[in-house]
């Protein structure tokens, strides 16, 4: 099974053991003030679970690379020893770990460093939508200087007890803003014209390889495709390819994409494996130029083995990156190869707790795994809960955070039960899991389910714990109630008339909702059950159709990128409208999905109003006085209610009163700021807690 995959590779000297590479993911692990014990647990879990070569998140080559302020510095000898801890902690799992060395230019977010009054460093002056300032241009000095400390850094990472470094020349940082004209107008050599854009690069790994000798191994990762107007060439990229191939590269990583991107890249509404088509146009080039010996690794949306195995079978690519299947599921590698890839925990695309905390200070974890960033402080086997002695527990509640709570009790050896009122577990995820382009939220539930079954806890559907399950509960070591919420009902007038709905009417029979449709509230339910509405088919997009529709060119199909971010028809079998009072629709979404869901909306036509007080609902629709002060009949044939939930706490006045102890997890602790990452995690939490 697998066998593309689960095949030996030699990157320069080291000999990987099959050709999935764990990617490079920045964790804001690297600066916790723990002397790299976190990193080095995560990394350790990884080995463990089947990772051959790991790649680093990125370690700044100097002060002014640093992406943010979670970024470490190789000049700071603290941050040296986290990194050197970590290396060791992979080989003593046996594993292989590369160091990446890394450069955000203009791409450095406030509270890195930038140069020393903390302005970013850049090619040119162009401002940058993703940090929001207009860099410095770099000086000749300073350009040379940092040739210098990529150099240096990487004799760094050789002397810390790396096994390779991996240069990030990719997905709009530094090295990759000088290969694109849009963010290099340089008049000197190291701009001008095609050669002169690709010498930053190209110059940076010669540096690189004089540093390290020609024994260590080093790995560059080059933009297959920059997806902005004006990005690097593609005669270009491949001009870069063969140049670094020529100087002394030993395996090319290719990443696509820019975060000012207006193509949506590793988000869930990107097809798997779309864009192993660069890596494939790379490895032609090369083997064009006498270069085919070169692996070339395929990287950025990939979240399965079985992918993975499909791609290299095509014979143009080497190896795979898989960055977040690593949050997902540390053993992701080992329990594929084991013919057990059905309980592998899937990566689901929502970024929710990985990219979107990395651009900021919080730890990074996952929505499906929330011990991700988290090893130490829940190991596998904790000393409390001794197997010597197997207690017994009940867990109300199958939403996400009783199935985390349920899971992680039986993981510890514990007998579990868990009670459903409703006759799916699942609970609000499972609405998700009917938008289109999220399905694999769906095979979440389906596979907590699965591992439940083999943990031999039983799931009691359609079970609403009341006063009779009492003398039952309290025999139990443990309860933890995760009864979830339901959806708020506010006073607003008309709102019993029969065509008013809440949300989960609505997503329990899409179908039965008439052509014309407002939603009232704009948070993520609202924007979900509005892409739902608006959505003709379910079926799932392949890559081609998803480069179409993008106007994505590839170099074997040369359409231009035109900057429109969907190129889906406005096919809307009706028109809906969401409204709310105030604040953006949206809010609640993750910064690097809410822009790609926004603009799906746009282009199928759904009319988004804020700044509206709704006045009355009435059988033609919804009175409101809109931003302008105008009184005005937005009709509706039928009106849905998304603004907000009620904690299901029923089950909690009833254990109260009965004087039966218990934890609680997810929206029945609280709705403020409630989303699915808090409620798996405070299934975890109350898991160890109780
Ligand atoms: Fe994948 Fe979401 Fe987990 Fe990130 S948080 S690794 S995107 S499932």
Redo the contacts with the bound molecule.
Sequence with gaps: MFDHVFRPCDIGGLTLPHRIVMGAMHLNLETLDDGGAALAAFYTERVRGGAGLIVTGGSAVNRAGAGGPGYGVLDDANHRSVLRRAARAVHDADGLIALQLFHAGRYALPGGHGDDDGTPLAPSAVYSRFSRTVPRAMTEEEIAGTVADFARAARTARELGFDAVEVMGSEGYLLNQFTAPLTNRRSDRWGADADGRVRMPVEVLRAVRAAVGPAFPVLFRMSGADLVTDGTPWKETAALAVALAEAGADALAVGVGWHESPVPTVQAQVPPGTWAVYAEEVKRALRAAGHGHLPVIASNRF?QIAQADEALAGGDIDLVAMA??F??DAAVVGKSRAGRGASVE??????????DRSFGAERV?????PR?GHEREFPRFPARHSPVRRGRYAVVGAGLAGLEAARTLAGLGHAVEVYEAADQPGGQFRMAARVPGKADFGETIRRRVRELDELRVPVRLGHRIGLRDVPLLRTMDGVIVASGVRPRRPELSGHTLPHVLDYSQAFADPDALGGRVVVIGGGGIAVDLAHLLTSRSPAAVTPGEFLASHAVATPSQPVPVTGRTSGRPADSPRQVTVMRRGGRIGTGIGASTRWVVMEELRAAGVRLLTGVVYQEITREGVIVVDAGGNRRLVEADHVVLAVGQESERDVVGTLRRAGVPFETAGGVAGTEGLNA?RATAQGLRAAHRV
């Design positions: 979240n977040r299947p949050l997902a899937l990566c689901i695309a929502c970024n929710e707790a990985c990219i974890s996952c929505l499906v795994n991700a990452v």
